[in-house]
């Protein structure tokens, strides 16, 4: 059990509709990333927010944003939809941003997107 | 650029068996090296890791040595047993930024 909670934990969308998917991080973590895992592949970074800024980005196109709160939860949004969207997106929370040496991810169950 | 290639699953074993699953990278900086495990339904659980050249990593009897000159980071168990079974991921990350790169994964399966 890591402490960080995703909802919803299944959606079904259609091509062309947007979503927002949300983030509870670990009590105590400032930086949250966003991951997309495809079936079958590892998980691809999207972006990162530490203390409600951005703080790095993935190649992925701007219809994917987010957002972080005071609180450190956040939300990845996803807009016009596309087939290929299709994915399980994980949510991953950290002590800070400042990546010492790699510290050490604590990741969500993620929430499985389905787009029609 | 940075990526991670492990092997391609599913890799099946019987109880007791030996495992290897490897791992090579390529990083433009001088990263720090992971493996994650990834059950069934669930997010992914950090196995072990290892921050510098030659250091080993170990957790619930699994192991990995960061060898800088092969860029590997291969994981190895003496003894599975049927709980092993899971996806595994190997990763890396460069120092003053939290991006983590992960390989494909491969899925083990252990047999009673």
């Known amino acids: 059990e890591t402490g960080v909670t995703q909802s919803p934990t299944h959606l079904i969308k259609t091509r062309g509709q947007q979503v927002t998917l949300r983030c509870s991080s670990q009590?105590?973590?400032?930086?949250v990333s966003w991951y997309q895992q495809a079936l079958g592949q590892g998980p691809q970074f999207i972006f990162q927010?530490?203390?409600?800024?951005?703080?790095g980005r993935g190649n992925f196109p701007p219809r994917f944003s987010g957002l972080q709160f005071p609180n450190y939860s956040s939300e990845l949004n996803v807009n016009a939809l596309e087939l290929d969207d299709s994915a399980l997106y994980l949510c991953?929370?950290?002590?800070?941003?400042?990546?010492?040496?790699?510290?050490?991810?604590?990741f969500g169950s993620g929430t499985q997107l389905s787009v029609l | 650029g940075n990526s991670v290639t492990q092997m391609e699953g599913p890799v099946t074993l019987s109880e007791e068996a030996f495992l290897t699953i490897n791992c090579t990278y390529t990083?433009?900086?001088?990263?720090?090296l992971f493996w994650y495990v990834q059950y069934p339904g669930e997010g992914l659980q950090l196995l072990l890791k290892?921050?510098?050249?030659?250091d080993k990593g170990s957790n619930k009897g699994f192991e990995a040595t960061y060898r800088k000159e092969t860029t590997s980071f291969h994981l190895e168990k003496g003894s599975v047993q049927v709980s092993d079974s899971a996806v595994y991921f190997c990763?890396?990350?460069?120092?003053?930024?939290?991006?983590?790169?992960f390989g494909s994964g491969t899925k083990l399966n252990v047999k009673p």
């Open positions: 990083a433009t900086g001088y990263p720090s």
């Open positions: 009590s105590g973590h400032n930086t």
């Open positions: 927010y530490y203390r409600e800024e951005e703080n």
């Open positions: 990763a890396l990350a460069l120092r003053n930024f939290n991006k983590f790169y």
């Open positions: 290892a921050t510098k050249a030659d």
């Open positions: 991953a929370s950290s002590e800070t941003g400042t990546g010492s040496a790699g510290e050490k991810l604590f």
